[in-house]
């Protein structure tokens, strides 16, 4: 984000310029869940938040670090959902967490189609994937476990992130969706098979 402006002389971020990054996230939230984010511009994003488009590059660079300002609570809510799961080392059962994350995704998935499916945004898939191996990297680093295989943790940790979100987008935009539940009992069979 674009931070000219933002601090006041008492290095705290001005008010006015928390609302209106406010009103312009909420504006490219409901944009995104309406339609693709490909058809969303900088001016329909200020046209809904009721601001000068000139505003809007005041705090945004471009629609894709708008969008992906306005996922980051997402992205990282689905992170912290994935670290509360053994995504690195699965358990004999799966686990309910695992369960919990694919309901939560479904529960947004006009949103996570948009943003991941063929119109979305790189920049989310990118930034996702790298949150998710992120974590991935923390449950491998607390298991203390030597690296298994060829592969190195860093390397594993993005292959399994990187398989996760795969598996996500392919789930939330096939026509013949499986349930939540479905879904995650075959992501869960594809990490028991990947670790």
Known sequence: MLESNAETSTGRVDPRVLRTRALLRTAALELASERDADTITMADIAER??????????????????LLAAME????????????????RPPDRMP?????????????????RRLLGPSGTARFVNRLRDLLAQEVMAQLGAS??????A??????????AGAFVGLITQWLTRSDRLSYQEAAAAAWEGLRRAS
């Open 144 to 149: 203390g476990a030597q690296p298994s295989g």
């Open 96 to 112: 309910p967490e695992l369960v919990e994350l694919f309901q939560h995704v479904e529960s947004n998935a006009t949103l996570y």
């Open 73 to 88: 609570g997402e992205i990282s809510g689905l992170a912290r959902a994935a670290a509360s799961c053994p995504l690195a």
């Open 151 to 160: 592969l190195p943790d860093d390397l594993r940790a993005h292959y399994l």
């Open 49 to 66: 938040a009721t601001v000068n488009r000139a505003t809007v590059y005041l705090h945004y660079k471009d629609r894709d670090e708008l």
